[in-house]
């Protein structure tokens, strides 16, 4: 994609709205002597001085623990940074603080919403209240930090429980969705050998009781570390208050583990991610408070499973002291636009989803706007993927024109984000506003330089805090060194093709090694997929690009609507729209309709285990089909591959 030159704004700051990051600015000048305006300059004083600039998040944002003294970044290498050796601190402690202010004690931190619009609010002091009967019951169970609480959980209040509760004991927590195959989450949760699982029998989900107890009881029986099966029935309720627990935090190291979060595990099993108690804290007062604006009396729903690190920002959000909202049902109970109706009935104020949730909506022709009241919503965060430009265009007319709709970048990897919004500066259609604070990003060529207005590699110059303490079973640090700093060393790559712009925006292109390669011209595959956006007849959609010793195959797989088929005239159009939206060269070979198109959990396409099919490698090498919310559109396309090569050596 080529930035336009004069892209077309579709937010402005309100100039009476005074922001979490003005009011940090003005801090700075009164506290800290420094002078800043703007975002550009506050943001190029964010990687100048990574001393200064998080050690005044934490003294802003009030950081509770002790042995801040000294630097905040004690030592710069990549991998191997060191921030506040001597510090101690909980995030549990620093998120439950919320509940010790007397004006917020009794007001809601977590609301959740059932299918059938059933609201359960729970307080400040009751959050507070319930996590110290639960980390009592964790002790009583022998749990101790270091130890691992393993859940597997819907979208329940009783996750957030459970994590937080882990936290306060220095335990560290993982979770998965209940929704993974068993063999899929015990690929997870064996390697962390977790001493107490707290799990789910059942729940509700479109309309219908799921029967869990067997599954539960099957991932129970293969992990043999486990002394305690616990339900969500046995994580302690409203009556919390009358067991007598206090609440208490061990204060532990900065970077003591704090959970493990999972790679998608599409080609292998997945990696284990191990963020600490300092740096998620201050990356989540951070991107929640300065970049996302979140403070107390907003209220944050996204909708996610437990099994993507998405989920996780619920917690980042509670730090800022907004209210959350969760759920656990079907994202299209009901209609198409069911997250807006939650958003309507909780009144929040932000809202996250995957782009690939509003491109569904939008397809559905329906108009949120003229359905529920969204008056309370003020800011759509979207992830996981590109936003296309005629989603984008959508959700000013159909949702909120005055909505702030960003397009954020991250992984799960730093769980959180590289390149997304902030409140200070307008937003362009098709651009993210620019790089996050506190985070050196470039798009780099394959020499190692810096290119402006072409499409490169996406590196992190300099450490960020939430960056992992390390990779599970990796003792060495050899897979971690060799997952993230191999191509340039010193330098974090983390596998994504972007632009920046001479304004500084930045263009996400999709994954750099899915990203199409013709006659040496790099292609995004998400301009295709945006095209796309165009054809009513399209649900889904992958495209992949195979090199091959006669030249290159790029085929499009169209997964069509109900009623539609794949005729010379939908190929014709759906040719010239892609022809017309992108460029002759992003026009596929061959336009192929699939019974549906294999994604992970949190909706991901796996374009480049089917590139690697295309290729000749083995399905069972490439394709952990455990991992993948549809496992069951991965045999088409083994079909698929194995003709393809079969061409080739005919």
């Not at 919403?113 to 059933?118: L, Y």
Request: aromatic letters at 8%.
């Amino acid at each position: 994609m080529t930035p336009s030159p004069d892209p077309v704004i579709t937010w402005t700051p309100d100039p009476e709205h005074v922001s979490v990051a003005q009011r940090f600015i003005d801090w700075l000048a009164e506290h800290r002597g420094v002078a800043v305006h703007g975002y550009r300059e506050l943001h190029a004083w964010s990687i100048e001085d990574l001393n200064g600039f998080w050690d005044a998040v934490r003294e802003f944002f009030g950081v509770i623990g002790e042995g801040f003294d000294g630097p905040a970044l004690a030592e710069a290498a990549m991998p191997g940074a060191v921030w506040y050796p001597g510090a101690r601190l909980n995030l549990a402690e620093n998120v439950l603080r919320w509940a010790e202010d007397r004006q917020r004690a009794d007001q809601a931190s977590v609301v959740h919403i059932t299918e059938e619009n059933e609201v359960l609010q729970i307080s400040w002091s009751g959050l507070r209240d319930r996590t110290a009967a639960m980390a009592a019951q964790l002790r009583g169970l022998g749990v101790g930090p270091g130890d691992r609480v393993a859940a597997v959980l819907p979208n329940v209040p009783e996750a957030i429980i459970g994590l937080l509760a882990a936290a306060s004991i220095g335990a560290v927590w993982t979770i998965n969705s209940p929704d993974l195959a068993v063999t899929a989450t015990l690929s997870r949760l064996q390697q962390l050998e977790p001493v107490v699982l707290i799990g789910t029998r059942g729940y509700r989900f479109s309309g219908r009781d799921l029967d869990l107890g067997a599954q539960l009881d099957e991932i129970a029986a293969g992990l043999p570390t486990v002394r305690a099966v616990l339900t969500e029935q046995d994580v302690p309720g409203p009556d919390a208050t009358g067991t007598g627990a206090a609440p208490e935090y061990a204060r532990v190291a900065f970077d003591h583990p704090l959970w493990v979060l999972f790679s998608s595990g599409t080609t292998g099993n997945p990696k284990g991610i191990l963020h600490g108690h300092g740096g998620m804290l201050l990356e989540s007062l951070k991107g929640t408070g300065l970049n996302q604006d979140m403070r107390p009396g907003d209220r944050y729903y996204v909708a996610a499973n437990t099994s993507w690190m998405v989920w996780n920002t619920l917690v980042s959000n509670l730090a800022s002291g907004a209210s959350v909202v969760t759920y656990s049902g079907s994202p299209k109970a009901g209609d198409a636009d069911r997250q807006f109706e939650i958003l309507a009935r909780t009144k929040a104020t932000m809202f996250a989803t995957g782009a690939a949730y509003l491109s569904l909506v939008e397809k559905s022709g329906l108009v949120p706007a003229e359905r529920w009241d969204l008056s309370a919503l003020r800011a759509i965060l979207s992830t996981g993927s590109p936003l296309p430009d005629s989603t984008w265009q959508w959700v000013h007319s159909a949702v909120k024109p005055d909505v702030h709709l960003g397009s954020d970048s991250g992984g799960t990897d730093i769980c959180s984000g590289f390149v997304g919004s902030n409140p200070l500066e307008p937003v362009r259609l098709g651009e993210l506003q620019g790089p996050l604070l506190g985070v050196d990003v470039q798009a780099w060529n394959e020499d190692g330089q810096r290119v402006i207005g072409e499409v490169g590699e996406m590196v992190i110059r300099q450490p960020m805090p939430s960056m992992p303490l390390r990779l599970w079973n990796d003792p060495d640090g050899a897979r971690y060194r060799e997952t993230y700093f191999s191509t340039y060393p010193g330098v974090w790559v983390q596998g994504d093709w972007i632009t920046e712009t001479e304004r500084g925006t930045i263009i996400v292109h999709g994954r750099s090694d899915a990203t199409l390669n013709r006659s040496g011209v790099r292609l995004g595959s998400s301009d295709i997929y945006a095209a796309l956006q165009l054809i009513p007849e399209v649900v889904q959609s992958m495209v992949i690009g195979v090199e091959h010793p006669g030249g290159y195959y790029m085929p499009l797989f169209v997964e069509l609507a109900e009623g539609a088929e794949l005729t010379d005239e939908l190929r014709e159009r759906i040719n010239r729209t892609i022809r017309s939206t992108a460029s002759a060269r992003h026009v596929p070979d061959q336009i192929i309709a699939a019974p549906g198109i294999p994604v992970t959990h949190a909706g991901k396409r796996i374009e480049v285990p089917v590139k690697r099919m295309f290729t000749g490698r083995a399905p069972q090498d490439v394709v952990n089909t455990g991992s993948l919310a549809n496992p069951e559109t991965v045999p088409f396309f083994v079909d698929r591959a194995r003709a393809f090569q079969a061409s080739l050596s005919g």
